[in-house]
């Protein structure tokens, strides 16, 4: 029987084992297949405060694991593929194997939507990004492409106007899913140019191992052409790793986990941390923050029913 298993190794639940760990609790981390999290797929992390030269992702996170371990945290490789929340001890199964705990804290992050093609998985963290804020810096003075039709994508490009000489704005449709105020600042910044009815056919160049260029393709005329770009950053949305908890732990219609106040959520002794509660921040400090709110929520908890 464990007191404490957390679901997700990136800050939010590296972070969470930190605390439970000095807490005493000697949590037990599912790391899943993606260990790390967002981050360990970006590069370097400017904004993480603490590092004045900046840190490269995985370092960030590797870093907060090795301190979580120092204070007895353990670690397991796998994907939590059942879960059993009706009453404590909740039952976790990881690949076939069911363990028994007290808490539970879901700290399993949301995956960025791809547009899938082979050329942008190999270029991500090489001028592919899906974090605006996390890497717009990098294109100072450069050449930037947001794909994307929502509140999300307009808020990325025109955040990406403070850096970029040009921001290209690429949508399959001529109607956008934007709220009108956001759609209406995309359209008055000078800086962004609306290119409707456009697809990415691919992202060039993985043989230079860095975004040089996209093929573009217009479905209402069929034209095809290649654009230089220097940045290409994929807005059309997130989706929270929650399906293994459907029907136990409240989610909104996009499955975000929803909170019933600091870290809880809709079962006692149940935790959430991170980007799979949080749609709107989903930076490394603000889930590292998370994960620190509901490892002192979980030791509370605890102690009030006596362990």
């Known amino acids: 029987m464990r007191n404490v298993i957390i679901i997700g190794s990136g800050c939010a639940g590296n972070t969470a084992a930190v605390y439970t760990a000095r807490a005493n609790l000697k949590p037990l981390v599912i790391s899943g297949k993606?260990?790390?999290?967002?981050?360990?797929?970006?590069?370097?992390?400017?904004?993480?405060?603490?590092?004045?030269?900046?840190?490269?992702?995985?370092?960030?996170?590797?870093?907060?694991?090795?301190?979580?371990?120092n204070f007895g945290a353990e670690y397991m490789h796998g994907d939590v593929i059942d879960t059993e929340l009706g009453s404590p001890p909740f039952r976790i199964n990881v690949e076939g194997e069911w363990i028994e705990t007290r808490t539970l804290i879901v700290a399993s992050g949301a995956s960025a939507r791809w547009l899938g093609l082979d050329?942008?998985?190999?270029?991500?963290?090489?001028g592919v990004s899906s974090c605006a804020t996390c890497d717009g810096f990098f294109y100072r003075g450069k050449k930037i492409m947001v794909v994307g039709g929502g509140d999300s994508a307009m808020e990325e490009a025109n955040f990406l106007t403070r850096f970029g000489s040009e921001v290209a704005l690429v949508h399959r449709r001529d109607q956008f899913r934007a709220s009108k105020i956001m759609l209406d600042?995309?359209?008055?910044?000078?800086?962004?140019?609306?290119?409707?009815?456009?697809?990415?056919?691919?992202?060039?160049?993985?043989?230079?191992?860095?975004?040089t260029g996209v093929r573009l393709k217009n479905v209402a005329t069929g034209a095809v052409w290649e654009q230089a770009v220097d940045g290409f950053f994929v807005a059309i949305g997130h989706i929270?790793?929650?399906?293994?908890?459907?029907?136990?732990?409240?989610?909104?219609?996009?499955?975000?986990?929803?909170?019933?106040?600091?870290?809880?959520?809709?079962?006692?002794?149940?935790?959430?941390?991170?980007?799979?509660?949080?749609?709107?921040?989903?930076?490394a400090i603000t889930a590292s923050a998370a994960g620190c709110m509901a490892a002192m929520e979980a030791e509370r908890y605890l102690e009030a029913e006596g362990h």
């Open 34 to 69: 993606h260990a790390g999290g967002q981050l360990s797929m970006t590069t370097l992390v400017e904004n993480f405060p603490g590092f004045p030269e900046g840190i490269q992702g995985p370092d960030l996170v590797e870093n907060i694991k090795k301190q979580a371990e």
């Open 185 to 211: 600042r995309v359209r008055h910044n000078p800086k962004v140019k609306l290119m409707t009815n456009t697809v990415v056919e691919d992202v060039l160049d993985p043989s230079q191992h860095v975004v």
């Open 119 to 126: 050329s942008e998985q190999k270029l991500i963290g090489h």
């Open 240 to 283: 929270p790793n929650t399906a293994v908890f459907k029907g136990q732990i409240e989610t909104d219609a996009d499955g975000y986990i929803l909170s019933k106040g600091g870290a809880k959520t809709n079962i006692p002794g149940v935790f959430h941390a991170g980007d799979v509660q949080d749609r709107v921040y989903r930076q």
